[in-house]
C-alpha cells in the first residue's frame, strides 16, 4: 500500500506559478513510477505526465509540455509538479499516482491515488 497526499493547490494568474507536492508513506516510494493526472469541471481525467523509478525519466502530455516539470525527491518520499506559464485551461483537480508499470499514462495503470488539489487559474 501507498499514501498520497497532495498540497500546494490554490488560486493563481493566468501566466503565474505554482508547485505541487504529494507525500508519500508506506511502500517504497522510490520504487514506483510517479504520475500527475487533472480533472477539470464536466472533463474526464487526463494524464498531465510522470517520473520513471529508474533513472528518473519524465514524459508529458502534449497540453503541458514545455511548461511544466516533475521531479521527485526519494529521500523526502516527495513527488512535485512544478507548473509555470499557467493557463486558464489549466484549472483542474490535480491527482498524484503510483504505478508499477513504465511509461504508465493511463488511469489504469495507476494503482495508488491521492485525494487531489485544485489548481485555479484566473485571467
Known amino acids: 500500500q501507498v499514501q498520497l497526499v497532495e498540497s500546494g493547490g490554490g488560486l493563481v494568474q493566468a501566466g503565474g506559478s505554482l508547485r505541487l507536492s504529494c507525500a508519500a508513506s508506506?511502500?517504497?516510494?522510490?520504487?514506483?513510477?510517479m504520475g500527475w493526472f487533472r480533472q477539470a469541471p464536466g472533463k474526464e481525467r487526463e494524464f498531465v505526465g510522470a517520473?520513471?523509478?529508474?533513472?528518473?525519466?519524465?514524459y508529458y502530455a502534449d497540453s503541458v509540455k514545455g511548461r511544466f516539470t516533475i521531479s521527485r525527491d526519494s529521500a523526502k518520499n516527495t513527488l512535485y509538479l512544478q507548473m509555470n506559464s499557467l493557463k486558464l485551461e489549466d484549472t483542474a483537480v490535480y491527482y498524484c499516482?503510483?504505478?508499477?508499470?513504465?511509461?504508465?499514462?493511463?488511469?489504469?495503470?495507476?494503482?495508488?491515488w491521492g485525494q487531489g488539489t485544485q489548481v485555479t487559474v484566473s485571467s
Open positions: 508506506g511502500r517504497t516510494f522510490s520504487r514506483y513510477n
Open positions: 517520473i520513471t523509478w529508474i533513472g528518473s525519466s519524465t
Open positions: 499516482a503510483a504505478s508499477d508499470m513504465t511509461w504508465a499514462s493511463k488511469i489504469s495503470d495507476y494503482a495508488y
